[in-house]
């Protein structure tokens, strides 16, 4: 079996990317989306990349961007994958020539295969829950209407937390698993222990 891949978002303080690292998490993500109470501004965000060792990647996660917005980004935030959690297109998704990733926002009557078909340059199709504000809500989606072979690794998010992530993972097998709201104390603010309980149920599961 192979191990599911771990990305914390929504990071805005240097001891929280200290403990996300620490507890053994993949990749963190930065929020460029100013409606969000978890975005960061790009000397911020600098900053916490900064924290990073060698082989924990930075995601920047972006709704619906200004095309210059994201080159300003990408000029100042050492970040190895973008993340789109809007309504982009593949072509805006692709016109900046980094990996990225695209959420589809799931609810009943999504065609989750289409989905991946409209956006073929993604290097995996997250699935979010279909929330007010684009994401991060914390709320789960019925996993049953996850179909099989979505033909590219999937990124499982929405509403999980030490407590459900361990079922998550050993029902769909992720290629990785993505969390905000189930890690922190307060929005933005995440919460060493449950990071902790996060990445070890993640673990437990992966057997
Ligand atoms: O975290 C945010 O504030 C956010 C804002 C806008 C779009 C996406 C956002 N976060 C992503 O949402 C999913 C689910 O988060 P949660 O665990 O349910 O809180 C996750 O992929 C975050 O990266």
């Known amino acids: 079996m192979s191990r599911t891949r771990i990305k914390i978002c929504g990071l805005t303080r240097p001891q929280d990317v200290r403990a996300a690292v620490m507890a053994g998490a993949d990749a ?3 929020v460029f989306y100013p409606p969000s109470p978890r975005n960061v501004g790009f000397d911020q965000a600098a900053a916490l990349a900064a924290e990073l060792p060698p082989f924990v990647s930075a995601v920047g996660l972006f709704v619906n961007p200004a095309p210059a917005f994201v080159q300003q980004a990408l000029q100042q935030v050492p970040l190895q994958l973008l993340q789109f959690h809007g309504d982009e297109s593949e072509v805006e998704c692709a ?4 990996p990225w990733i695209k959420a589809a926002r799931v609810r009943p009557g999504i065609d989750l295969v289409e989905f991946a078909f409209r956006h073929p340059g ?11 504000g ?3 809500g914390g709320k789960t989606f019925d ?18 937390d030490p407590d459900n992530v ?3 993972v050993r029902r769909i097998r992720p290629f990785a698993v993505d969390v905000s709201s189930g890690v922190e104390s307060a929005k933005g603010i995440k919460d060493a222990a449950k990071v902790a309980a996060f990445i070890a149920g993640v673990r437990d599961a992966d057997g």
């Open 28 to 30: 963190i993500g930065f």
């Open 166 to 168: 361990g079922e998550a």
């Open 134 to 136: 684009y994401g991060g």
């Open 95 to 98: 016109q900046y020539g980094r």
């Open 143 to 160: 996993w049953s209407l996850i179909p099989d072979g979505l033909s590219r690794p999937l990124v499982l998010s929405g509403g999980l």
């Open 122 to 132: 993604a290097r995996g199709i997250l699935l979010d829950a279909f929330v007010d």
